[in-house]
């Protein structure tokens, strides 16, 4: 069975730019979550899909970050403009659905972005 | 974040224990999950904790107090591919999401 796949592992862009990150579930998971990990700030939840549906949107992320998930096994995040300090490493992780399933998510390897 | 607190770092020995700490003071808890986080990789899954005590499972032990918001990691031999970050994160009901610390960083030493 593959894991949870994150394109590209690394990602390099100037400020103002787009860019868009791309993620798929382990097969058959039908929750997915985006998360933006620090040193500082550690883990932060982005964004969370349930079957294809947002159920969280991140709060503070919205403005500039926007999740998709346009079928069960693709999901992108779009950071639309970066900016520097959004350089930081972006995982994807997906889980069973159910109680105990949800709390026991995969991670993808991350992509880590630099915004210069 | 969301109330979730661990120690930054923690030194142990070789062959002997470690005791990672977390406390939650989150509005909600359905429980807690721990993952183990090795520089450069993504983290794993190594537990998952509903029910107060001691929940032992060899190398890994995890105790939860929901009274008193505090979890621990139990690793027990220590051995220095033990060295890693270790992750506690609260799983919420309403959103059925979990809301993790910034991680406890452990280094084993010989």
């Known amino acids: 069975d593959a894991g949870v796949t994150q394109t590209p592992r690394h990602e390099v862009a100037e400020k103002g730019q787009t860019i868009i990150l791309k993620c798929e579930p382990v097969?058959?998971?039908?929750?997915l979550f985006w998360y933006r990990q620090t040193k500082i700030q550690g883990l932060e939840l982005l964004s969370y899909?349930?079957?294809?549906?947002?159920?969280?949107d991140g709060g503070a992320f919205k403005d500039r970050f926007k999740a998709e998930m346009l079928n069960s096994s693709f999901s992108t995040l779009k950071i639309q403009p970066t900016e520097p300090k959004d350089s930081a490493v972006y995982l994807c992780?997906?889980?069973?659905?159910?109680?105990?399933?949800?709390?026991?998510?995969?991670f993808g390897p991350g992509t880590r972005l630099t915004v210069l | 974040g969301q109330g979730v607190e661990q120690p930054d770092n923690l030194m142990s020995v070789e062959g002997t224990f470690a005791r990672v700490n977390c406390t939650y003071s989150?509005?909600?808890?359905?429980?807690l999950s721990w993952y183990q986080q090795r520089e450069g990789h993504a983290p794993v899954f190594l537990s998952y904790?509903?029910?107060?005590g001691l929940k032992d499972s060899g190398h890994f032990s995890t105790f939860l107090s929901r009274s008193n918001g505090y979890s621990y990691l139990l690793l027990t031999e220590l051995q220095i591919k033990d060295s890693a970050s270790y992750l506690c994160?609260?799983?919420?009901?309403?959103?059925?999401?979990?809301?993790f610390g910034s991680g406890t960083k452990l280094t084993v030493e010989p």
């Open positions: 994160a609260v799983f919420m009901p309403n959103y059925n999401v979990l809301y």
């Open positions: 904790v509903v029910l107060d």
């Open positions: 097969s058959g998971h039908n929750d």
């Open positions: 899909f349930r079957s294809k549906s947002l159920m969280e």
């Open positions: 992780a997906s889980s069973h659905p159910g109680l105990g399933g949800r709390a026991e998510q995969f």
């Open positions: 989150t509005s909600g808890f359905n429980g």
